[in-house]
């Protein structure tokens, strides 16, 4: 979704900020632009497109200043092109706004603002921002307290970032549920809404937090609210290396982040499993097993793939901690009236602990009384600040849109909380125990699933030519199904679906032809035996069958056309294994029809409007 970054120093901001802003391409974006304060003039460059469109504009020629701004837009009001692309201006041109988020109440401010006498350029909601600021900014105000008094006048979420001539060595920023950090550096200070962006200069970052004000100078910055008060504010260091976000000899961020899961799973389990115990150690909940012994039940939200990794927490909770627990799109969730109260835990999964619908389910849930707890790969993000606890995945950076590694870590995490309340509620400490072994075991199983990498590209074939998919499975693998039609459509633009195998009787068997991919996910579990059956079904049509089995299944390699195999696991984590040759052939799939594996069309890594 939409990236800022803004840079005031010493050195010539428009190479910086525009280098900066590349980092932030993996989020999604479809228009990108930046603006130079240079000589007492805003130079503003614009484009639809890509980075690198705006750069073979600039031809080289860069404006020259030491305060810049640049943005990746990902439209919401107002199409793609180059007057809808941010930086946005006031009449004079005196002004330049970049904006995350949408502000909701842009029509009536922009019928009023017309009225009075402003010129709009744009379809946007941003342009009302630059107008606004443009009203408030007199003689003797400050820049600060002229965008602090618009924003007192919009309603919506935003992430913005302002320049002015007239005092052309500030930028001000300030966010209400978009996410933005001050970068720190010597002399020179840095606004960006993600850390990717400024992690070559500076490691040290202030969060802001909603409703506060960034003023940055090459002399310093201060944060303050709303009314200008002085708010102090801690410094986070970010870890990750700066190698973590590059591709590292690979092709693309996704095949990296495919490859890298065992290292991740391991992450993600160090330090926190209790071998002797059968048990593990999550010291980040925040909550005392008398607390986690009051909760009667589970409430998960998300969305997307972190939606799917909640499914299956769903089975494991409710099989191995027998507390009851249901899942809800965060998107349904924050809009209905839900039952939660001081004995729900509300779990909140996110990649990125961006999502606008999951922090805000997350914070509806807590003003009715719940607990919450998050499980979130980025260090620092917003959810993962608000939540009363969590457990921090260690996935490192996804830069790849379609989420592969936070997946299978989400799915490890979830292991771990169930482990930890089972052993509360229900589980002896050898059934603890057998499950701390089958979590130590992953690892070098994911590395097992990824050495047949190319067996899953071999099958590229069977899609040749395909327009749809379907995938199937049943139990912990029925959300696994659906993360593979996920990663199909997303990279390659296949019509795919995922269904419970058994369902597929209601409805979807009417497609299946000899044409018609059926991928199969089908290791040996509790409900192996009736997958067979659904094979079966699907053979007797002539589907095309690809399934993924435990390693030594004779049965279904009597069947399916394609077999892939896995290693053998207890059941709640299969899905970590099965999920990867799924991954992998999305991937080569995509690669092969020459799609942009690492931006899909349209789609955005963390999607920070509701
Ligand atoms: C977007 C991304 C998905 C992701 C979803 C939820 O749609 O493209 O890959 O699963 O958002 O994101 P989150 O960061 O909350 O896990």
Same mark, same amino acid.
């Given at each position: 979704?939409?990236?800022?970054?803004?840079?005031?120093?010493?050195? /010539?901001?428009?190479?910086?900020?525009?280098?900066?802003?590349?980092?932030? /391409?993996?989020?999604?974006?479809?228009?990108?632009?930046?603006?130079?304060?240079?000589?007492?003039?805003?130079?503003?460059?614009?484009?639809?497109?890509?980075?690198?469109?705006?750069?073979?504009?600039?031809?080289?020629?860069?404006?020259?200043?030491?305060?810049?701004? %640049?943005?990746?837009?990902?439209?919401?009001?107002?199409?793609?092109?180059?007057?809808?692309?941010?930086?946005?201006?006031?009449?004079?041109?005196?002004?330049?706004?970049?904006?995350?988020?949408?502000?909701?109440?842009?029509?009536?401010?922009?019928? %009023?603002?017309?009225?009075?006498?402003?010129?709009?350029?744009?379809?946007?909601?941003?342009?009302?921002?630059?107008?606004?600021?443009?009203?408030?900014?007199?003689?003797?105000?400050?820049?600060?307290?002229?965008?602090?008094?618009?924003?007192?006048?919009?309603?919506?979420?935003?992430?913005?970032?302002?320049?002015?001539?007239?005092?052309?060595?500030?930028?001000?920023?300030?966010?209400?549920?978009?996410?933005?950090?001050?970068?720190?550096?010597?002399?020179?200070?840095?606004?960006?809404?993600?850390?990717?962006?400024?992690?070559?200069?500076?490691?040290?970052?202030?969060?802001?937090?909603?409703?506060?004000?960034?003023?940055?100078?090459?002399?310093?910055?201060?944060?303050?609210?709303?009314?200008?008060?002085?708010?102090?504010?801690?410094?986070?260091?970010?870890?990750?290396?700066?190698?973590?976000?590059?591709?590292?000899?690979?092709?693309?961020?996704?095949?990296?982040?495919?490859?890298?899961?065992?290292?991740?799973?391991?992450?993600?389990?160090?330090?926190?499993?209790?071998?002797?115990?059968?048990?593990?150690?999550?010291?980040?909940?925040?909550?005392?097993?008398?607390?986690?012994?009051?909760?009667?039940?589970?409430?998960?939200?998300?969305?997307?793939?972190?939606?799917?990794?909640?499914?299956?927490?769903?089975?494991?909770?409710? /099989?191995?901690?027998?507390?009851?627990?249901?899942?809800?799109?965060?998107?349904?969730?924050?809009?209905?009236?839900?039952?939660?109260?001081?004995?729900?835990?509300?779990?909140?999964?996110?990649?990125?602990?961006?999502?606008?619908?999951?922090?805000?389910?997350?914070?509806?849930?807590?003003?009715?009384?719940?607990?919450?707890?998050?499980?979130?790969?980025?260090?620092?993000?917003?959810?993962?600040?608000?939540?009363?606890?969590?457990?921090?995945?260690?996935?490192?950076?996804?830069?790849?849109?379609?989420?592969?590694?936070?997946?299978?870590?989400?799915?490890?995490?979830?292991?771990?909380?169930?482990?930890?309340?089972?052993?509360?509620?229900?589980?002896?400490?050898?059934?603890?125990?057998?499950?701390?072994?089958?979590?130590?075991?992953?690892?070098?199983?994911?590395?097992?699933?990824?050495?047949?990498?190319?067996?899953?590209? @071999?099958?590229?074939?069977?899609? /040749?030519?395909?327009?749809?998919?379907?995938?199937?499975?049943?139990?912990?693998?029925?959300?696994?199904?659906?993360?593979?039609?996920?990663?199909?459509?997303?990279?390659?633009?296949?019509?795919?679906?995922?269904?419970?195998?058994?369902?597929? @009787?209601?409805?979807?068997?009417?497609?299946?032809?000899?044409?018609?991919?059926?991928?199969?996910?089908?290791?040996?579990?509790?409900?192996?035996?009736?997958?067979?059956?659904?094979?079966?079904?699907?053979?007797?049509?002539?589907?095309?069958?690809?399934?993924?089995?435990?390693?030594?299944?004779?049965?279904?390699?009597?069947?399916?056309?394609?077999?892939?195999?896995?290693?053998?696991?207890?059941?709640?984590?299969?899905?970590?294994?099965?999920?990867?040759?799924?991954?992998?052939?999305?991937?080569?799939?995509?690669?092969?029809?020459?799609?942009?594996?690492?931006?899909?069309?349209?789609?955005?890594?963390?999607?920070?409007?509701?």
């Amino acid at each position: 979704m939409c990236g800022i970054v803004g840079y005031v120093g010493r050195r /010539e901001a428009a190479a910086l900020v525009l280098e900066a802003l590349k980092r932030l /391409e993996y989020r999604g974006y479809d228009s990108a632009g930046l603006a130079v304060n240079s000589g007492g003039r805003l130079l503003v460059e614009k484009t639809a497109g890509k980075i690198s469109a705006l750069e073979t504009r600039l031809d080289g020629r860069l404006p020259k200043g030491h305060v810049a701004l %640049a943005h990746t837009r990902w439209a919401t009001h107002g199409v793609p092109n180059e007057i809808n692309a941010h930086p946005h201006t006031d009449c004079g041109g005196t002004i330049a706004v970049v904006h995350n988020g949408i502000i909701e109440n842009w029509a009536p401010l922009r019928a %009023a603002l017309v009225k009075r006498g402003h010129k709009f350029r744009s379809e946007t909601d941003t342009e009302v921002l630059a107008h606004l600021i443009e009203e408030a900014y007199g003689p003797a105000v400050p820049l600060e307290t002229a965008v602090a008094w618009a924003l007192k006048r919009v309603e919506g979420t935003y992430g913005i970032s302002v320049l002015s001539t007239r005092e052309p060595e500030k930028i001000v920023a300030a966010r209400h549920g978009s996410p933005l950090l001050v970068g720190l550096g010597d002399g020179e200070y840095f606004i960006a809404s993600d850390a990717s962006a400024v992690l070559q200069h500076t490691r040290s970052v202030v969060y802001l937090d909603d409703d506060e004000i960034a003023v940055l100078s090459p002399d310093g910055y201060r944060v303050t609210d709303l009314e200008t008060g002085r708010i102090e504010k801690p410094v986070s260091r970010v870890d990750w290396d700066l190698s973590s976000v590059e591709k590292g000899g690979f092709r693309h961020f996704m095949l990296k982040e495919i490859m890298e899961q065992p290292e991740s799973i391991r992450n993600a389990l160090r330090g926190r499993l209790l071998e002797d115990e059968g048990n593990a150690k999550l010291g980040g909940l925040n909550l005392t097993d008398e607390e986690l012994l009051s909760f009667n039940r589970v409430v998960l939200t998300a969305c997307g793939t972190s939606w799917h990794s909640a499914l299956i927490g769903e089975y494991m909770l409710e /099989e191995l901690a027998r507390i009851p627990t249901e899942v809800e799109y965060a998107s349904e969730f924050r809009y209905r009236n839900p039952i939660v109260d001081e004995h729900t835990l509300v779990i909140g999964i996110s990649q990125s602990g961006e999502t606008a619908d999951t922090l805000s389910a997350l914070r509806e849930a807590k003003r009715r009384g719940a607990r919450t707890i998050g499980i979130v790969n980025v260090v620092g993000s917003t959810i993962a600040r608000e939540v009363d606890g969590g457990i921090y995945i260690h996935a490192g950076p996804e830069i790849g849109v379609a989420s592969t590694k936070a997946f299978s870590c989400q799915v490890v995490a979830l292991g771990l909380l169930t482990l930890h309340l089972g052993r509360l509620r229900s589980l002896s400490v050898l059934q603890g125990r057998e499950v701390v072994r089958a979590l130590n075991r992953l690892p070098e199983q994911a590395l097992d699933v990824l050495a047949r990498a190319s067996e899953v590209e @071999k099958l590229v074939s069977v899609f /040749e030519g395909t327009s749809n998919a379907l995938y199937l499975g049943r139990g912990y693998n029925f959300p696994v199904a659906l993360e593979g039609a996920l990663k199909l459509k997303e990279i390659s633009y296949i019509h795919a679906e995922g269904y419970p195998a058994a369902e597929m @009787k209601h409805g979807p068997i009417a497609l299946i032809d000899d044409s018609m991919p059926v991928v199969f996910i089908a290791p040996r579990d509790a409900v192996y035996q009736k997958i067979v059956s659904n094979i079966q079904e699907v053979k007797a049509r002539r589907g095309r069958v690809i399934a993924v089995v435990t390693e030594g299944d004779d049965q279904i390699a009597g069947l399916a056309d394609h077999l892939i195999t896995i290693p053998e696991t207890i059941d709640p984590f299969t899905p970590v294994l099965s999920v990867i040759p799924l991954q992998l052939l999305a991937y080569y799939i995509a690669v092969h029809r020459g799609k942009n594996v690492d931006q899909p069309r349209n789609l955005a890594k963390s999607v920070t409007v509701e």
